[in-house]
C-alpha cells in the first residue's frame, strides 16, 4: 500500500531543525557552538531520544532553536554571504570544476 503526501499532514518539528543548524555549524567547522547556545551535546541528544516531549521541554528546544538561528545569521554576515542567493554563488565558484560528489582531494591518474 502506498502512502501519499495528500492524506497525512507534513509538520517539520523544531527539533528537526535544531539538529539542521547543528549539522550546518559542523559542516561549517565552528568550534564550540554548544557553549554558545548554552548547552550539551549529551543535552540535545537525550531530547531527540525522548518520545514525547514535556512543556519545558519544549520551550528550552524553542529557545535553543532561536539561539542557533540568531548564530547562524551573524555567522553567515561574518562569512559575507547576506542571503542565499549569494551563498549559492560562493558555492559555485568554490566547486567550479568539481564534478562529482567526492571529498575534495586528489584523485589518482591510474584507476586500474
Not at 550539551?40 to 528550552?60: F, M, N
Not at 551563498?87 to 589518482?108: D, G, M, Q, V, Y
Amino acid at each position: 500500500k502506498i502512502v501519499t503526501t495528500e492524506s497525512i499532514p507534513l509538520t517539520i518539528t523544531p527539533l528537526f531543525l535544531l539538529q539542521n543548524h547543528l549539522l550546518w555549524f559542523k559542516k561549517k567547522k565552528i568550534k564550540d557552538v554548544y557553549a554558545c547556545l548554552n548547552s550539551s551535546e549529551e543535552e540535545i541528544t537525550a531530547l531527540q531520544k525522548t518520545q514525547s516531549l514535556s512543556e519545558t521541554d519544549q520551550k528550552k528546544v524553542a529557545d535553543l532553536l532561536k539561539k542557533a538561528e540568531d548564530l547562524k545569521v551573524t555567522i553567515m554576515k561574518k562569512l559575507g554571504i547576506d542571503d542565499d542567493s549569494t551563498f549559492i554563488e560562493k558555492e559555485r565558484k568554490k566547486h567550479i570544476t568539481k564534478r562529482f560528489n567526492i571529498k575534495a582531494s586528489w584523485l589518482p591518474l591510474d584507476t586500474h
